[in-house]
């Protein structure tokens, strides 16, 4: 029988949790952001301060957002019980993304890596793996220590299509990054090695 990897059988991203704007400011711009964690919901603020209840007392936190505020995020649950997300930051000047992991029983960050982009794209999640997007970079990411096993940026500066990506997408032994290039509706597909990160094709 043929494995996956010889057939490039389209393999399944871990589901991302819910998260939603929950309030915006006067400007229109998001405020607060509630992400639902099993039977519970976590308001996430821009300025990165972070609340959720606990059985007694509401919890609190503070997100790495350097001086910039969070614009938008995508969240995950990982191992037991801890929280990942992919936060968008902007300070009016410059934009760029992070990837942290939360310990939420004792709250704490356990890892902040920094994604050399904007426009984070929602993240591919596959056992201790995630896949990133983000203008001109591409990455996989160890979730356990929140190091990079491989990572492409700067990608950007030499193909200006590369700016906004969907969620990755695994197929067999490749991931499969889709920039979508604008103002046109093409799509530029980049196809990339799982296990060693080399480029296979960019179409």
């Known amino acids: 029988m043929m494995n996956s990897a010889a057939i490039g059988l389209l393999m399944t991203c871990q589901q991302l949790l819910a998260a939603t704007v929950s309030e915006r400011d006067s400007l229109g711009d998001p405020a607060s952001f509630t992400v639902s964690v099993s039977e519970t919901q976590s308001l996430i603020r821009s300025d990165g301060r972070m609340l959720w209840p606990g059985r007694s007392v509401t919890r609190s936190l503070k997100l790495p957002v350097d001086d910039g505020h969070i614009t938008n995020l995508y969240a995950a649950s990982v191992g037991d019980g801890d929280l990942l997300l992919v936060l968008q930051l ?7 993304s992070k990837a942290v992991r939360l310990r939420r029983r004792l709250p704490h960050l356990v890892w902040a890596s920094s994604m050399l982009g904007l426009n984070a794209a929602p993240p591919c999640i596959n056992g201790s793996d995630a896949y990133l997007a983000a203008s001109g970079f591409i990455a996989k990411l160890n979730i356990n220590g929140g190091k990079y ?35 046109s509706d093409t799509q530029v597909v980049i196809t990339v090695e799982r296990a060693s990160g080399r480029i296979l094709s960019v179409k």
Do not use: C
Request: aromatic share 14%.
């Open 149 to 183: 096993k491989w990572r492409h940026a700067g990608m950007y500066e030499s193909d200006k299509r590369l700016n906004m990506f969907d969620q990755p997408e695994l197929r067999g032994s490749t991931v499969i990054f889709r920039a979508q290039a604008l103002p």
């Open 90 to 96: 902007d300070d009016y000047e410059a934009g760029w």
